[in-house]
């Protein structure tokens, strides 16, 4: 199949889909400002979560993996006034950065921040569900886990999200190295089969994957 995009063609649609937002800017300065590593996900990506948010009318929302709060932003922008995010982040300094985002754009009171290993969260997190979308984009080794998880956790039409799901190119076809060994590609797969096989869901050829699961009604 012929690719037809091109940086012109992306240039072209960024700029109709994706009007420059003062929030969102803000969160990507301070990854650089607090030398924090640019690993939020794209602004398509964004944009993405902003609308299945919406297209589920979402109010409750976990993520994990908070960084600055670029993807949290999103998801809290498509929410709106009555929405609430959860978001797990290990790193102290990424959460603590992530809070000042979330505040200087006026969310303070819509977002817990839990500070720690994300696994070690669920039985915290768990006590808030019903939860309407659950996005993962912390330990990838773990993914299998969170999904399962979120599964339980999920009201019937919710939304499992996962970046990053072809695994940096290791899912298949690469063999495993010091970067992703044997165990953590095996977890990736694990993922994909649980959501493939619970779900109704979709790996979306973002550049690194990303997928999509409804917990059917
Ligand atoms: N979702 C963010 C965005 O798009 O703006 C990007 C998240 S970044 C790819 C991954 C984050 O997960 C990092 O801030 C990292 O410190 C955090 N992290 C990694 N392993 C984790 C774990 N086991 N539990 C919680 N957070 C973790």
């Known amino acids: 199949r012929t690719h037809y995009t091109s940086p012109a ?12 937002d003062p929030d969102l800017a803000y969160a990507v300065a301070e990854l ?4 924090m590593p640019r690993i939020q996900v794209s ?3 964004g944009k993405i979560l902003y609308l299945l948010v919406q297209m589920i009318r979402a109010r409750r929302v976990v993520e994990f993996g908070t960084l600055s709060g670029y993807s949290g932003l999103w998801i809290l922008k ?5 929405g609430h995010l959860w978001t797990c982040e290990y790193n102290p300094e990424h959460a603590r950065v992530a809070r000042g985002v979330f505040e200087r754009a006026g969310y303070g009171p819509q977002v817990s921040v839990f500070e720690g290993p994300g696994l070690q969260s669920l039985d915290k997190l768990a006590h808030f569900a019903p939860f309407d979308a659950v996005f993962l984009d912390a330990d990838k080794s773990g993914y299998a886990r969170y999904a399962r998880w979120a599964f339980e956790h999920l009201r019937p039409g919710g939304l499992i999200i996962g970046d990053n799901t072809y695994l940096f190119g290791y899912l298949a076809g690469r063999a495993p190295d010091h970067q992703w060994n044997a165990q953590a590609i095996e977890a990736m ?22 997928t999509v699961g409804m917990k059917p009604y």
């Open 9 to 20: 063609i992306r240039a072209y649609l960024d700029d109709l889909y994706l009007p420059p």
């Open 32 to 35: 650089d400002r607090a030398g």
């Open 43 to 45: 602004a398509t990506e």
């Open 78 to 82: 498509a929410m709106g006034q009555d």
């Open 189 to 210: 797969r694990d993922f994909h089969a649980f959501v493939a096989a619970h779900c109704t869901a979709v790996c979306l050829p973002t550049p690194d994957g990303l």
